[in-house]
């Protein structure tokens, strides 16, 4: 299998997918001749031409209910926001509109379109380039959300979302875009939204993560095999639908549940995956479950210190792991 | 605002609480007596550092719990959480070559620019520091989880016999498997009902704290130090006259009794200025030897045994080692004893003669090189210049460390100590 990089990961799935079904479209802001903003997308006009890779306005509104209306028609649109932080504009045709089709015309429409974006902090990119977003979109039901965390499920998971027939928030974290690296085989392959993974396998405690954080637990965790604490590391890779079965039988099995996340902790993902447990397996429990989450300040701070505080780090999370260890 | 059990001194690493003096929902001045905290050294009260209200009391009385460890939450006005500031950031270990469809994550590769695919950004002030979201878990020490009392009410297991490992000694889930465990593999339980259930003729005491303190030095001394025995006879005729012919006048002028105590520890201090050793500690690769002379003297209690400790005693005169005595025997039957009034001791004295013993084996008061005892001070028939009289005898016995020292050091101080009690006399001076 070759190595590739998140950002690899992503472009593949789309070009694959555009091969493969000629009513699959991009669409978005600098992604034609520049590539995208983060290349994305770099090498498409040329290969799939004007009309498949559409450079659009700077008016995230319009690039959403473009794909929306196009999906209704029977395209598969993927419209790419430059950054999670500008999507809000897009609200109402993804969760006014979008989320609803199916359901308000009784099953005679539907909208297969994906809205990709990057997302989070840890890149210096202060107020405006750093948001996590899923918390919002999660709420919605009608939506799906992927937040994948390593470029295997990033591929996978997004050529499921170009394929499937209801819209689908797709949640890149940026940080990891060149700075996770993995193994992409080179078969077609998908991976089922909905389906958590376990990416490491333990006994002890259950950390229950999705996006960036994944792998600043999974580094936690293999130390902690040093101190005799044998983590499971679960990545929810989907946080709508979330995989009840999987975070279930992890809680089950080792009672005591850590969950990570880098948005802010308050009705946040974290909340969900809580009251989930408590609600269905709670005579399992050994420990009060226990979040590590971002700060409940407004935006991520632009000064790199502050950043760094905002942040979780895997020392923050091994120091969690160990206070529920111990408890 | 939690409250901590706090360092209550040098060398202490745990604490017994006590009672305690507030009951929840009271409100709590600062510097109100909050707690009782015992400690291997001292009983004393920890004193509220905080006006509030007591919301919770997280360690119950009798339980041992470690320096540090929460013990009780006052909600004060100014409760806010001031967050520590952050920690420094540990280098990351590299991942290896296995990458797998998990991924890696790279290290010194800078992640893509703020504001698009710009060339990689230097990492040099990549830092990685700490954010502090992370919750503490301060429910209390007793909880009994969902898990542990669902396997324990199917399984019928007594959770009083479960040993906790967890916080504060809870029992985890972990705890209570073990104990399942090991209650399933014991093939087959003998039939000798000797269990705590059928205790036929028994019954069972609870141990105070104080107690089990006692019993874990007195297991470190019987453990760690080998320990030998010598006994000297020492005529204390003198000393019986003087104090005999002083008692009224002392207690008219210092307002106290005056005992056989002060004599003993003025020769005990003069000693142990010559036979260092005995005023020492061992520390596996080397001894240390006490400058200062700060000897404990053993005294019951009504809760156990307690040694007040008479700091620089070589300094005092019998008068003064009266008076300091006199102050700290007062301080125990109280119970008013300082952390300076027990630690700090390198000598321990013991008064055993006040139980009619006339010989005792003491254990040294760990990690102290040596305790004596005097016994009861008897009259009996002696040969004194080739003729019988009837002298006034005490026994002195000394337990000694026998990695510092060997029988001559030992001997030579309890000789040394006789014959200063035995030129004690009508004349010697007691200021």
New interface residues.
């Given amino acids: 299998m070759a190595i590739k990089t998140v950002l690899e990961a992503v472009r593949e799935a789309m070009s694959e997918e555009m091969r493969l079904d000629d009513k699959v479209f991009v669409l978005g802001e600098d992604i034609g001749a520049r590539g995208g903003v983060f290349l994305a997308t770099e090498g498409f006009l040329e290969e799939f031409g004007e009309s498949r890779v559409i450079d659009t306005p700077l008016a995230e509104s319009s690039i959403a209910g473009i794909a929306l209306g196009a999906s209704m028609h029977g395209m598969r649109p993927i419209a790419e926001i430059e950054f999670g932080d500008f999507i809000w504009p897009t609200i109402n045709q993804i969760v006014g509109e979008a989320a609803r089709v199916r359901y308000g015309s009784e099953g005679k429409m539907w909208a297969p379109m994906v809205l990709r974006a990057p997302h989070g902090g840890g890149i210096r990119g202060g107020l405006y380039h750093s948001q996590s977003v899923e918390a919002l979109f999660a709420h919605t039901p009608g939506l799906k959300v992927v937040t994948p965390s390593t470029p295997y499920d990033a591929k996978g998971l997004l050529k499921s979302a170009i394929r499937d027939d209801d819209p689908v928030v797709f949640l890149e974290h940026k940080r990891t875009y060149r700075l996770v690296r993995g193994e992409v085989p080179d078969e077609e392959y998908t991976i089922p939204i909905g389906k958590a993974d376990v990416k490491k396998s333990g006994n002890d405690i259950s950390v229950i993560t999705y996006g960036l954080m994944v792998h600043h637990c999974l580094e936690a965790a293999n130390d902690l095999i040093n101190e005799n604490i044998d983590v499971e590391v679960v990545d929810l890779r989907t946080v709508r639908p979330i995989d009840e079965e999987l975070v279930l039988e992890s809680a089950k099995k080792t009672g005591k549940i850590l969950i990570v996340h880098e948005d802010n902790k308050v009705l946040g993902v974290g909340a969900e995956i809580s009251a989930m447990i408590s609600e269905n397996v709670f005579e399992f429990l050994d420990a009060p479950i226990s979040r590590l989450a971002g700060p409940e300040v407004p935006a991520m701070p632009f000064s790199p210190p502050m950043e760094a505080v905002y942040m979780i780090s895997s020392e923050d999370i091994k120091k969690s792991i160990k206070e529920l260890a111990e408890y | 605002m939690i409250i901590e059990l706090p360092q209550v001194g040098e060398s202490i690493s745990e604490g017994v609480i006590g009672k305690w003096l507030k009951n929840v929902g009271d409100s709590v001045e600062k510097f109100d007596p909050l707690v009782e905290i015992i400690t291997d050294k001292v009983a004393m009260e920890l004193p509220s550092p905080t006006s509030g209200i007591l919301k919770e009391i997280i360690v119950a009385e009798g339980e041992t719990v470690p320096i540090g460890a929460e013990i009780a939450k006052i909600e004060s006005e100014h409760d806010n959480d001031v967050s520590r500031p ?2 420094p ?2 280098e ?2 590299s ?1 290896g070559t296995q ?8 290290k010194n ?9 710009g060339g990689p ?1 230097s990492t040099d ?1 990549e ?11 301060t ?1 209390t020490n007793n909880y009994i ?6 396997v324990a009410e199917k399984n019928n297991i007594d959770l009083s016999k479960v040993v906790g490992t ?2 504060n000694g ?1 029992i ?2 972990k705890d209570v498997q073990s104990h399942l465990g090991n209650t399933n593999n014991k093939p087959e339980q003998i039939p000798n009902k000797s269990n705590e259930e059928s205790l036929d003729g028994q019954y069972r005491q609870n141990i105070s704290p104080i107690r089990k303190i006692i019993a874990s030095n007195m297991v470190k001394s019987a453990t760690l130090i080998p320990q030998a025995w010598t006994l000297t006879e020492v005529d204390v005729t003198g000393i019986v006259n003087l104090r005999q012919s002083i008692k009224e006048n002392f207690l008219k002028q210092e307002g106290i009794n005056i005992t056989y105590l002060p004599f003993v520890l003025k020769a005990v201090a003069q000693s142990l200025k010559t036979n260092s050793l005995l005023n020492s500690s061992w520390q596996e690769d080397h001894i240390i030897i006490n400058r200062k002379i700060n000897i404990g003297i053993a005294a019951s209690t009504d809760d156990g045994l307690v040694v007040p400790v008479i700091r620089d005693a070589d300094t005092l005169s019998i008068t003064g080692l009266a008076q300091k005595v006199d102050e700290l025997t007062r301080k125990s039957r109280e119970g008013n004893l300082a952390i300076e009034d027990v630690t700090g001791g390198t000598f321990t004295l013991n008064n055993t003669g006040v139980l009619g013993s006339i010989a005792s084996q003491p254990l040294i008061n760990y990690p102290q090189a040596a305790i004596m005892t005097t016994e009861a001070i008897t009259k009996r028939p002696m040969v004194v210049n080739d003729g019988i009289a009837i002298r006034s005898m005490m026994n002195i016995c000394l337990s000694f460390d026998h990695r510092i020292m060997d029988g001559k050091e030992a001997g030579a101080f309890n000789s040394d100590v006789k014959q200063i009690l035995e030129s004690i006399n009508a004349g010697t001076q007691i200021y």
């Avoid at chain 2, 989880?145 to 669902?150: E, I």
């Fill in positions: 952050p920690e950031s540990i990351s270990k991942v990458i797998g469809t998990t991924g890696e994550i790279l590769t800078a992640p893509v620019g703020p504001t698009g695919s950004i002030d830092v990685e520091t700490l954010s502090d979201s992370s919750e503490k878990l429910k989880s969902p898990v542990v009392a669902r967890g916080r809870r985890t889930k």
